[in-house]
């Protein structure tokens, strides 16, 4: 029991005891799964999504699920702690420096020999951000949006999904161009000089199909420095978690959303093609009347999951 987390021990305890609040039990206590609360969703609680991961593709879903049905109950499994709460690149130069240098990363896969061979450009791989936010909190947060001829040998559906979805995925990344006059011109007159150069000698790139300021995706929409605040999910996120708090607290009811983080889904056990529960190295989780499981990803590797 932390100081935090009992009305009785509000202004500290009446002796003095072993101090062992941490950041991860601050987390907990307020935006996440507690042990004991994580216990009694395990055993107690039925959900009609469970997202594993917590990256950009599990922020899409979620609003978009909450969108739709306020009513929706999410269960969220990350498998790091919280680290971060905003992008790498936000923080302190010397930070900055220490954690760019791949400390965040693990590669729990190895290349196979087969596709290590089979194209000479692929020699290596990113590796996973394992903590809350996932890749968000390390990536360049560049968002080109491709027409439909560059696409081309894409599948048709992915082409139609870009088409439908660019335009939504745009405004929850928060996405500008680097020249936008609103957001200040982040890179001012050194963007512009790019710019024109590019198209001066776009023919001497072969692959290029065309030149745009950068699209990049920012914490806020206002920009009023001339640093640009890098765009990361667990901002985002953390604030649909502080709203179904409140609308539960109105409603009287349990939070739609539950977040657990430090809990990796190690399989997933099916019957007859139905998911019928997870094994996690916190427990099992009961997948209870979800029907179809429908991996999400963006990478080659299935990076986020969710059952739906
Ligand atoms: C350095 C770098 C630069 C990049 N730059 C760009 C860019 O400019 N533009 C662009 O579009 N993309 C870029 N990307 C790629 C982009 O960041 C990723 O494609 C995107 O973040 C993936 O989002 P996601 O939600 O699918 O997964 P992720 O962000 O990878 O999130 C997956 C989450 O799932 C958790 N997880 C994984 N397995 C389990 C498990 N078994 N149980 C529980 N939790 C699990 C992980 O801990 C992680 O938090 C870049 C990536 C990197 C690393």
């Given at each position: 029991m932390t100081v935090l987390s009992s009305p009785n021990f509000n202004?500290?305890?009446?002796?003095?005891?072993?101090?062992?609040?941490?950041?991860?039990?601050?987390?907990?206590?307020?935006?996440?799964?507690?042990?004991?609360?994580?216990?009694?969703?395990?055993?107690e609680k039925?959900?009609?999504?469970?997202?594993?991961?917590?990256?950009?593709?599990?922020?899409?879903?979620?609003?978009?699920?909450?969108?739709?049905?306020?009513?929706?109950?999410?269960?969220?499994?990350?498998?790091?702690?919280?680290?971060?709460?905003?992008?790498?690149?936000?923080?302190?130069?010397?930070?900055?420096?220490?954690?760019l240098k791949q400390a965040l990363k693990t590669f729990p896969w190895t290349l196979?020999?087969?596709?290590?061979?089979?194209?000479?450009?692929?020699?290596?791989?990113?590796?996973?951000?394992?903590?809350?936010?996932?890749?968000?909190?390390?990536?360049?947060?560049?968002?080109?949006?491709?027409?439909?001829?560059?696409?081309?040998?894409w599948p048709q559906a992915t082409i139609k999904a870009a088409?439908?979805?660019?335009?939504?995925?745009?405004?929850?990344?928060?996405v500008v161009g680097a020249n936008h006059e609103e957001t200040g011109n982040i890179f001012d007159h050194w963007q512009n000089q790019l710019t024109e150069r590019l198209k001066q000698n776009l023919q001497d790139i072969k692959s290029?199909?065309?030149?745009?300021?950068?699209?990049?995706?920012?914490?806020?929409?206002t920009i009023t420095s001339t640093d640009v605040e890098k765009f990361s999910t667990p901002g985002p996120l953390l604030d649909q978690v502080i709203k179904c708090q409140e609308e539960a607290k109105k409603?009287?009811?349990?939070?739609?959303?539950?977040?657990?983080?430090?809990c990796i889904v190690t399989r997933i056990w099916q019957q007859e093609n139905q998911a019928t529960a997870l094994e996690t190295t916190r427990g099992v989780v009961n997948v209870g009347d979800i029907d179809t499981p429908r991996p999400l990803r963006t990478g080659i590797l299935t990076s986020t999951s969710c059952l739906a």
């Amino acid at each position: 029991m932390t100081v935090l987390s009992s009305p009785n021990f509000n202004y500290g305890y009446s002796t003095p005891g072993q101090q062992e609040l941490n950041s991860q039990d601050i987390m907990n206590h307020v935006f996440f799964l507690s042990p004991s609360e994580w216990k009694k969703t395990r055993e107690e609680k039925q959900f009609d999504y469970i997202v594993i991961g917590s990256g950009f593709c599990a922020l899409g879903f979620i609003e978009r699920v909450l969108k739709k049905d306020d009513n929706a109950r999410i269960l969220l499994i990350e498998r790091g702690s919280f680290f971060l709460p905003e992008h790498v690149q936000n923080l302190p130069n010397s930070y900055q420096k220490l954690l760019l240098k791949q400390a965040l990363k693990t590669f729990p896969w190895t290349l196979s020999s087969k596709t290590l061979n089979l194209n000479k450009y692929i020699k290596w791989q990113h590796g996973i951000i394992p903590f809350f936010g996932g890749a968000s909190t390390l990536w360049s947060a560049w968002c080109p949006e491709p027409t439909t001829e560059e696409m081309n040998g894409w599948p048709q559906a992915t082409i139609k999904a870009a088409q439908d979805y660019f335009k939504t995925a745009k405004m929850l990344l928060n996405v500008v161009g680097a020249n936008h006059e609103e957001t200040g011109n982040i890179f001012d007159h050194w963007q512009n000089q790019l710019t024109e150069r590019l198209k001066q000698n776009l023919q001497d790139i072969k692959s290029a199909t065309r030149v745009e300021h950068a699209q990049i995706a920012v914490g806020t929409p206002t920009i009023t420095s001339t640093d640009v605040e890098k765009f990361s999910t667990p901002g985002p996120l953390l604030d649909q978690v502080i709203k179904c708090q409140e609308e539960a607290k109105k409603r009287q009811i349990d939070s739609r959303l539950s977040i657990v983080t430090e809990c990796i889904v190690t399989r997933i056990w099916q019957q007859e093609n139905q998911a019928t529960a997870l094994e996690t190295t916190r427990g099992v989780v009961n997948v209870g009347d979800i029907d179809t499981p429908r991996p999400l990803r963006t990478g080659i590797l299935t990076s986020t999951s969710c059952l739906a």
